[in-house]
């Protein structure tokens, strides 16, 4: 069974703290992707990797950095968390090409952050 | 900029339709797509269509796509309990390369009435 393994559901942490969230995936996929959900945005693109040590940015990359050392793990870090950062934060993972059936973007169940 | 839009929330009965619609504005995008996410999981894919196509039917899900109006719907025949969820629709630009970077909706909650 494919798997991308968020390893933090809920999270509670102080306004200025360094926040980091942990993303596994066991499919040797190339892409991995962070995203926040918030009520009445959806989903938006925080950063992507596309390789080991290779990242873009997405639309909200303000307040964000990652880190891809390995290809099947990703990690986003909050340097300094803010009260508008409290969201659920989602990783994903795809091997490159459209994703159709058979090569679908696999969704973690996501990570509760509050930031207090 | 890219946005896409749906309405928020859904109200259908048990063994009544619901349709769920969205429009987006990457008149460049290939394909599109409709994810379903169940309360305190991830998204999943349900269905997607190529861009070069108006329908789509798979079992109790119908995607209609009208490209002029870059309009997408869809149709879940004979709602059930379990149907109840977050459904997001997707355009993948053109510009997205291999890297299937994903403009996500802003999602609808469906409710179903038993």
């Known amino acids: 069974d494919v798997k991308v393994t968020q390893s933090s559901r809920y999270l509670v942490k102080r306004t200025g703290e360094k926040v980091f969230l942990e993303c596994v995936q066991d499919?040797?996929?190339?892409?991995m992707f962070w995203y926040r959900q918030d009520p009445g945005l959806g989903l938006r693109l925080i950063y992507f990797?596309?390789?080991?040590?290779?990242?873009e940015k997405g639309d909200i990359p303000e307040g964000y950095s990652v880190s891809r050392e390995k290809k099947e793990r990703f990690s986003l870090i909050l340097e300094s968390a803010s009260t508008n950062q409290t969201s659920m934060y989602l990783c994903?993972?795809?091997?490159?090409?459209?994703?159709?059936?058979?090569?679908?973007?696999?969704f973690g169940e996501g990570s509760w952050l509050t930031v207090v | 900029g890219e946005d896409v839009e749906q309405s928020l929330f859904l109200s259908v009965r048990e063994g009544d339709s619901s349709v769920i619609n969205c429009t987006y504005t990457?008149?460049?995008?290939?394909?599109l797509y409709w994810y379903k996410q169940e309360p305190g999981a991830g998204l999943q894919l349900l269905t997607y269509?190529?861009?070069?196509?108006d329908m789509k039917q798979d079992q109790r899900l119908t995607v209609l796509l009208n490209k002029k109006d870059k309009h997408l719907s869809l149709r879940i025949a004979d709602t059930q309990t379990g149907d109840s969820a977050i459904y997001f629709c997707a355009e993948r630009p053109n510009y997205g390369g291999a890297t299937n970077k994903l403009i996500f909706g802003t999602g609808t909650l469906l409710a179903v009435q038993p």
């Open positions: 269509i190529f861009s070069n196509m």
């Open positions: 499919m040797d996929h190339e892409n």
């Open positions: 990797s596309y390789d080991v040590k290779m990242k």
């Open positions: 990457d008149s460049s995008s290939t394909y």
């Open positions: 994903a993972s795809s091997s490159p090409g459209p994703p159709v059936s058979g090569n679908t973007i696999y």
